[in-house]
């Protein structure tokens, strides 16, 4: 995995967070896509090995193996979920894209946390390097759609909307938000600077007289 996280530094050194690059497909991305794909097919036979009963029986619980997992689903998801909205821009990511091995590697590592649920963690002082909810790209780029549908007049998105707002300040606060999220020109960016623009024209239609 040392190439990707090569990949996102150089990304952000250039000014632009990996997920967005991603998207482009340019030469360094295209790099990247075979590292992705090649690490897929490396954890889906893990995980296969795992449910055919192949490997030991207290694989899920050890510390090396849920590290490594979590440490490779933060990371790499963010690209599953760029190469799933780069081709399917009308489908949801969440419930239609989510490949088993990340589900598989998130319950494993839950299942890890409660094993310890008697320890307080300490909270984050700082971002976190990557964003724990691997998820994270995915709820944005409903969100995305979801503005646009508002927009539209389907009044219904809006409290979607309000929620995950509500969630990314949280995120915000807790630190789990690695610095890439807030890139100038980044969707999540985009989305923050045209769900304000609405909240604004919303605002002054409701204070006219």
Request: aromatic fraction near 12%.
């Amino acid at each position: 995995m040392a190439e990707l996280e090569w990949y996102k530094e150089c990304c952000e050194n250039e000014g632009i967070g990996y997920y967005d690059s991603f998207k482009s497909q340019n030469q360094k991305d295209i790099d990247a896509n075979l590292r992705r794909i090649n690490l897929a097919r490396f954890w889906d036979d893990i995980i296969e090995m795992w449910e055919r009963h192949e490997l030991p029986s207290d694989f899920k619980s050890q510390n090396k193996w849920v590290n490594a997992g979590t440490v490779y689903r933060r990371l790499v998801e963010p690209l599953d979920i760029a190469n799933y909205y780069k081709t399917y821009q009308d489908s949801n990511y969440l419930t239609e894209g989510r490949p088993n091995r990340h589900k598989v590697l998130e319950r494993w590592l839950e299942e890890k946390d409660n094993s310890r649920s008697g320890r307080a963690e300490r909270p984050r002082t700082r971002p976190a390097s990557l964003t724990q909810d691997s998820r994270f790209w995915a709820y944005v780029e409903e969100a995305l759609k979801d503005l646009q549908y508002l927009k539209q007049g389907q009044h219904q998105r809006l409290q979607s909307l309000q929620k995950f707002e509500e969630d990314v300040t949280m995120m915000k606060n807790s630190h789990s938000l690695s610095s890439d999220v807030f890139k100038e020109g980044s969707s999540f960016t985009r989305w923050c600077k045209e769900w304000e623009d609405y909240k604004e024209i919303q605002s002054r239609g409701c204070n006219s007289p």
